[in-house]
């Protein structure tokens, strides 16, 4: 296992931020590990609609928790249930960080939350600062906070070149979610 622990944050515009985490805990998996992946802001689905939440449940060591409506959000729609969303899941994250169940934890979208003040970013420096030693944690979504980018290990910004989504291509199954 690991004898420590850094910070990595996937951002930017281009897509590609969630996927890169997504494997990041598939070899994570591989090496006997204990990861925990904790969506924000993606809405909740039924139980296969997301490949990862159908995945974790074949792989014992796995766990995909959700906290969202049932919705994306954006600063267009945003609404006093996604805060309360926004709110438990960081708690739960804050739990799950401190717990010593985990060697990996995602936490996916988690800029977003933070980007549009569903939670506070003094509030994240402080629970990322006092983690466990041996903890990795990652942290997607675009616009990632330029204080939580300065206390990063390594910081991955997604770039867009060219995206089907530019010709009509809307998310597939099995590659987008």
Not at 25 to 32: F, N, S
Not at 76 to 83: A, L, R, T
Not at 159 to 171: E, L, R, S, T, W
Request: with cysteine; net charge negative; hydrophobic share 40%.
């Amino acid at each position: 296992m690991l004898d420590h622990g850094y910070i990595q944050i996937y951002t930017g515009d281009g897509k590609g931020k969630t996927t890169a985490s997504l494997g990041l805990a598939l070899r994570a998996l591989g090496h006997g590990w204990n990861v925990l992946i904790i969506q924000f802001t993606k809405g909740k689905q039924d139980d296969n609609y997301y490949g990862e939440i159908a995945t974790s449940k074949l792989l014992p060591s796995l766990e995909v928790v959700q906290f969202g409506m049932d919705r994306v959000v954006y600063s267009h729609n945003i609404c006093m249930d996604d805060y309360k969303e926004a709110k438990s899941g960081w708690q739960f994250a804050k739990e799950a960080i401190n717990s010593g169940k985990y060697q990996l934890i995602i936490l996916d979208e988690l800029n977003i939350c933070i980007d549009m003040g569903l939670i506070k970013v003094s509030d994240v420096k402080e629970t990322l600062l006092k983690r466990p030693e041996n903890l990795e944690i990652v942290l997607t979504g675009r616009r990632a906070h330029p204080e939580i980018v300065a206390m990063a290990h390594l910081v991955t910004e997604m770039k867009p070149i060219k995206h089907y989504f530019d010709i009509g291509v809307m998310a597939r199954q099995g590659i987008e979610y």
